[in-house]
């Protein structure tokens, strides 16, 4: 192959993930702000400015742009995370009060529509869609990210502390309207420190013969 060639097809392969991440980042906008069930493919491929055929060369369906949208959220949550823990590797309980930290902050946004896992999860019943697998699988690692702190917290039982703080985490997820802009971080704390507190003094009585 020659040089022009292979510039030739580099340029095109740049050109292909352009538009497959043009459409994407346009769908994942219309998908939060309206609701995945409310925005149809016409509506994608005019606000991205593509052809219906170029769509649906990266994405056979609705259901996997749907799908995408949840796996680029995912990644970008986790991503997040991963920073947020490696400033904190050695303290587990710095390093739950960082993410309640950032996660609040971004509950606390003024274009903050919720969770897309569980706003998706909500539109879709049909456990095996999959965009509710994709959310289903966000909240599986979201409880075992979790469950990990707890041990290094040496609680008792960690399992019912990740559960607890699992839905302590997705209840701000769900709460941001009725939170005041500062408000999430704080409740998340004071929520968190009395769920510690209680699972570390959690001893369970022995039984009486």
């Keep these: 192959m020659s040089m022009e060639q292979a510039g030739g097809r580099r340029g095109e392969e740049s050109g292909q993930v352009d538009v497959r991440e043009r459409i994407l980042e346009t ?9 995945v069930r409310a925005v149809g493919v016409d509506v994608v491929v005019e606000a ?9 060369r990266y994405f056979r369906t609705k259901d996997d742009l749907i799908a995408a949208f949840l796996q680029r959220e995912d990644k970008d949550f ?24 950032w996660i609040g902050e971004r509950v606390g946004r003024p274009n903050y529509r919720g969770c897309p896992q569980l706003n ?12 509710r697998v994709v959310a289903r699988s966000h909240k599986q690692e979201l409880r075992r990210r979790l469950r990990d702190i707890a041990v290094r917290l ?10 607890q703080l699992s839905v302590v985490i997705n209840g701000a997820f769900v709460s941001s309207q009725v939170l005041a802009d500062d408000d999430a971080t704080s409740i998340l704390l004071q929520m968190t420190r009395a769920l510690i507190a209680a699972a570390r003094n959690d001893h369970p009585r022995s039984a009486r013969p």
Excluded: I, M, N
Excluded at 27 to 35: I, P, T, V, W
Excluded at 48 to 56: D, R
Excluded at 81 to 99: F, K, P, Y
């Design 48 to 56: 991205a400015g593509v052809a219906k055929t170029s769509l649906y």
């Design 154 to 163: 040496r609680v008792d039982r960690p399992d019912d502390l990740a559960a």
């Design 78 to 101: 986790w991503a997040c995370w991963d920073r947020v823990a490696a400033r904190h590797a050695q303290d587990g309980e710095a390093e739950l009060e960082a993410h309640l930290a």
């Design 27 to 35: 769908a994942s906008d219309l998908f939060y702000r309206r609701g």
């Design 120 to 131: 998706v999860a909500a539109e879709f019943p049909e456990e095996d869609h999959p965009a």
